[in-house]
């Protein structure tokens, strides 16, 4: 497996969630076919995706949740934070589209920054040394 595949693989998915985002947008949200044919029929299945994805936008669903798991990424070291960033992106992406750009674009980079961030060295000699002195098997 090559080291970029993850990268790449990351990449095709914002770019799909992206364009995904847009289509919603556009498509949907801002239509003016969409408006009339909910007006005269609001039990449509699109007229109600239409309606949930006004009520998730309207009480910030994607840019909270977005926000939320940036900051826990950034938080958690090692592996799992850079597991959490993806998806922390991937909400992102959505909420900066669909008119939640203030708490989007600031996870947004949260999540970009803890994608790119390098993982902290590991100190052999500091770490063999709390266990050597706190090891209960050699007590005085």
Known sequence: MSRYLPWITLIIAAAACLSASFALRYQLMESDQWVGLCVEAPEQ?????RAQLGWLIHF?????????SA???????????RRLAAPALLLALPALVLYSASLGVFA?????????????????????????????QTTP
Do not use: I, K, T
């Open 108 to 136: 947004l980079v949260l999540a970009l920054l803890r994608l790119v961030r390098e993982p902290l060295p590991v100190q052999q000699g500091a770490a063999s040394l709390v266990v050597e002195r706190f090891d209960p």
């Open 71 to 81: 900051l826990l990424a950034f938080a958690l070291p090692g592996a799992w934070g």
């Open 45 to 49: 299945l699109a007229c109600e995706v």
């Open 60 to 68: 910030g669903v994607l840019a909270w949740g977005s926000l939320l």
